[in-house]
């Protein structure tokens, strides 16, 4: 007998600004934790680098969750706002100017993730 696969789930949305948004967000965090590694004093720009490598990442995947409709990917963008959301509250505490860069580009993608997920809620 015969199995059938489960149907393969298409949204039919248009996502291209959010997966911009998305990588955008993630080329800015990639900037911002190698700019903070050329700082003279690294040790207090540790937890920004982290959370920068954490968000970039974040945002690499759901772009690419977005770009292939995978049907966890409403569900993913919650995890990515928050990521968003942390990287720029980190980021905002610093005086560079590659703080500064990555902290707006995280607000745009932290509100732009939330916007689109709505009120997803993870099961």
Same mark, same amino acid.
């Given at each position: 007998m015969e199995q059938q696969q489960p149907g393969h789930h298409h949204s039919g949305h248009n996502h291209e600004s959010l997966i911009q948004t998305l990588l955008d967000c993630a080329k800015a965090c990639e900037m911002c934790a190698a700019a903070c590694l &050329? $700082? =003279?004093?690294?040790?207090?720009?540790?937890? %920004?680098? $982290? #959370? =920068?490598? &954490? %968000? /970039?990442e974040i945002c690499l995947l759901?772009?690419? #969750? #977005?770009?292939? =409709?995978? $049907? #966890? /990917?409403?569900?993913?963008l919650v995890i990515c706002e928050e990521a968003c959301r942390k990287c720029a509250e980190e980021c905002g505490m610093h005086d560079h100017d590659h703080c500064k860069r990555c902290?707006? /580009? %995280?607000?745009?993608c932290e509100q732009a993730c939330h916007e689109h997920h709505g009120q997803q809620q993870m099961k």
């Open positions: &050329d $700082e =003279d004093n690294v040790t207090p720009m540790a937890h %920004c680098i $982290e #959370l =920068d490598r &954490d %968000c /970039a759901g772009a690419k #969750l #977005l770009m292939r =409709d995978s $049907e #966890l /990917a409403h569900k993913f902290a707006e /580009a %995280c607000r745009r």
